[in-house]
């Protein structure tokens, strides 16, 4: 029974990404385009280009990932899903966690396979992109649960300005982590401190946010 309601979660929010392709396209639009920003604005300068390329696209990725968080629960609140999962006889925080992974797949997944275009955009060095990879494969789960903890709290005061406000500050040291792990191997040091710490907070995340999520979206819903 448990695991029947995990697989129909995980296939409702997957068909409901094949069924609007434009809401789960519109997030890795919006990065290519803010990574593709930085250059035109900065000018082409290759020096300074790959000095600011990790940085700017863990930026691009942070700004993706915020803009995909708003279809995680508005429309089921309005439609009245939320209210039905609260009755379903598996833990909410089950349901929670199929549903985060299928957000990842429909924006974290696509964000990484477009980033060697942003990397060639900022003149990185090929070395450097398996590092890149690995540090966003990591980093945009913490990203995504993250700001789906925010989402669930201000669900009910649709407060999506004080969303923001409350998501920023938790990111940093993911994007210190995830862009340093890079740095480092542009000045010919180990990233493994670096992706280290980030999986750290990937674990700590990854645990701990489905029953975080689930808590807060009984209070908003309450």
């Given at each position: 029974?448990?695991?029947?309601?995990?697989?129909?979660?995980?296939?409702?929010?997957?068909?409901?990404?094949?069924?609007?392709?434009?809401?789960?396209?519109?997030?890795?639009?919006?990065?290519?385009?803010?990574?593709?920003?930085?250059?035109?604005?900065?000018?082409?300068?290759?020096?300074?280009?790959?000095?600011?390329?990790?940085?700017?696209?863990?930026?691009?990725?942070?700004?993706?990932?915020?803009?995909?968080?708003?279809?995680?629960?508005?429309?089921?609140?309005?439609?009245?899903?939320?209210?039905?999962?609260?009755?379903?006889?598996?833990?909410?925080?089950?349901?929670?966690?199929?549903?985060?992974?299928?957000?990842?797949?429909?924006?974290?997944?696509?964000?990484?396979?477009?980033?060697p275009l942003l990397a060639e955009s900022f003149?990185?060095?090929?070395?450097?992109?398996?590092?890149?990879?690995?540090?966003?494969?990591?980093?945009?789960?913490?990203?995504?649960?993250?700001?789906?903890?925010?989402?669930?709290?201000?669900?009910?005061?649709?407060?999506?300005?004080?969303?923001?406000?409350?998501?920023l500050p938790l990111y940093v040291p993911t994007?210190?982590?995830?862009s340093g792990a890079v740095y480092a191997v542009?000045?010919?040091?180990?990233?493994?401190?670096?992706?280290?710490?980030?999986?750290?907070?990937?674990?700590?995340?990854?645990?701990?946010?489905?029953?975080?999520?689930?808590?807060?979206?009984?209070?908003?819903?309450?």
């Open positions: 029974m448990m695991l029947c309601a995990l697989r129909k979660q995980f296939a409702r929010e997957m068909l409901g990404a094949f069924r609007q392709p434009g809401d789960a396209l519109a997030p890795v639009v919006f990065y290519l385009i803010v990574g593709t920003l930085f250059p035109l604005a900065l000018g082409a300068d290759p020096q300074l280009l790959v000095k600011i390329g990790p940085g700017a696209i863990w930026i691009a990725a942070l700004l993706a990932v915020l803009l995909s968080l708003h279809k995680l629960f508005r429309a089921d609140l309005d439609n009245g899903y939320l209210d039905q999962l609260l009755l379903l006889p598996c833990p909410l925080f089950l349901l929670i966690g199929a549903r985060l992974l299928a957000h990842w797949l429909q924006t974290g997944l696509p964000i990484l396979l477009v980033t003149g990185l060095d090929y070395n450097l992109l398996p590092v890149l990879l690995a540090s966003l494969a990591i980093g945009t789960p913490v990203l995504l649960v993250l700001g789906a903890i925010n989402e669930a709290l201000t669900l009910a005061s649709r407060g999506g300005a004080l969303l923001a406000l409350l998501v994007l210190v982590f995830g542009q000045f010919g040091e180990s990233p493994a401190a670096h992706l280290s710490l980030l999986g750290a907070l990937a674990v700590v995340s990854l645990l701990f946010s489905p029953w975080a999520v689930a808590t807060a979206l009984r209070i908003s819903i309450d």
